[in-house]
């Protein structure tokens, strides 16, 4: 149980384009999604966290407009990624909150984003 | 403010062998919640094992056990009979009851050697 999968996995794309990633929950429902940057050899950085059915809320240094969270049913957040650029490049892990009660964050398999 | 503090950034041991992996943590909160999260090279991170400090007893997980002491704010998980495939970056993570942010430890990479 507590299974969360992500997609793409991988993703290459030319600057200037938009890059949707999307994050369900395959076997429960989460009322609570979270987005996280994870740099080379550093533990994840919280980006936003995403509740279903209200706006998401940023990190401070997150550009609300440069990454568009949409969480709109308790299996689905999806993040965009607009105009990215060469510095977007990286790598995106969603994560679910399975139980409010438990405090657990279950995680996708990520999503490594290549931006040329 | 809220820290989680791992001091071995890389630890190697034979495989077999039992090692311990430390974190310590600070905060004012009376209740919250503790993980050890692995992340291997396909980077999925898993959740190992989970304690709710409010419970005295020590969370187990089959071979993976941890040594919860609140007073002194530290949380070091054991990892016994170790395996080639505990090999990963492992993650000391902090919830309070007061907000849904986790809060991450530096990580400490492990090597379990044939």
């Known amino acids: 149980g507590a299974v969360v999968s992500q997609h793409p996995s991988w993703v290459i794309c030319k600057s200037g384009t938009s890059v949707k990633i999307e994050c369900r929950s395959l076997?429960?429902?989460?009322?609570?999604m979270f987005w996280y940057r994870q740099f080379p050899k550093q533990s994840l950085m919280l980006m936003a966290t995403?509740?279903?059915?209200?706006?998401?809320?940023?990190e401070q240094g997150v550009e609300k407009d440069k990454f568009l969270i949409n969480h709109a049913s308790l299996t689905l957040s999806t993040l965009t990624v607009t105009s990215a650029h060469p510095e977007d490049s990286s790598f995106y892990i969603c994560s679910a909150d399975a139980s409010r009660i438990q405090e657990t964050q279950y995680f996708g398999p990520g999503t490594r984003l290549l931006v040329l | 403010a809220q820290t989680v503090t791992q001091s071995q950034p890389e630890m190697s041991v034979q495989e077999a062998e039992t090692v311990t992996l430390s974190c310590t943590y600070d905060t004012s909160e009376s209740n919250y919640y503790l993980f050890w999260y692995k992340q291997p090279p396909s980077r999925q991170m898993i959740l190992v094992i989970r304690q709710e400090a409010y419970k005295q007893q020590n969370a187990t997980e089959n071979r993976f056990s941890v040594n919860f002491q609140k007073a002194a704010k530290s949380f070091s998980l054991k990892i016994s009979d170790s395996q080639l495939g505990d090999t990963a970056m492992y993650f000391c993570?902090?919830?309070?009851?007061?907000?849904?942010?986790?809060?991450w430890g530096a990580g400490t990479k492990l090597i379990i050697k044939p």
């Open positions: 993570a902090f919830i309070g009851d007061s907000n849904y942010q986790l809060i």
């Open positions: 995403s509740n279903e059915g209200s706006k998401a809320t940023y």
């Open positions: 076997d429960f429902q989460a009322t609570t």
